[in-house]
């Protein structure tokens, strides 16, 4: 069983930026490809960024390629994202997701674990 709670979220205007994190409980974090979701209110759940067991490979949703950045720590179990020019269409709660696949990948259905989410608000 994998534990997995984010943190940063929170309220910024337009043009500003977040750092999100995911602090994971697995002794083998290193072995798990991470993933970000986010769903906002009324929508479904849709994919927004994912990092391999190395971070050495990264995918990205289209709308947040250029501003939003995965990265993640192995050595403090954590995963990262970094948000630049936040716009309101990112109001959202965004998840973390881990996945033994090892994998990068976009699809919800390789991830094994869910954390609880955090909440980021974007004002204009």
């Known amino acids: 069983q994998v534990q997995l709670v984010e943190s940063g979220g929170g309220l910024v205007q337009a043009g500003g930026s977040l750092r999100l994190s995911c602090a994971a409980s697995?002794?083998?974090?290193?072995?798990?490809?991470m993933g970000w979701f986010r769903q906002a209110p009324g929508k479904e759940r849709e994919f927004v960024a994912a990092?391999?067991?190395?971070?050495?490979?990264?995918t990205y949703a289209d709308s947040v390629k250029g501003r939003f950045t995965i990265s993640r720590e192995n050595a403090k179990n954590t995963v990262y994202m970094q948000m630049n020019s936040l716009n309101p269409e990112a109001t959202a709660v965004y998840y973390c997701?881990?996945?033994?696949?090892?994998?990068?990948?976009?699809?919800?259905?390789?991830?094994?674990?869910w954390g609880q989410g955090t909440q980021v608000t974007v004002s204009s």
């Open positions: 990092i391999n067991w190395s971070g050495g490979s990264t």
């Open positions: 697995a002794r083998t974090f290193s072995s798990y490809a």
């Open positions: 997701a881990a996945g033994s696949s090892a994998f990068a990948s976009s699809r919800p259905g390789v991830y094994d674990y």
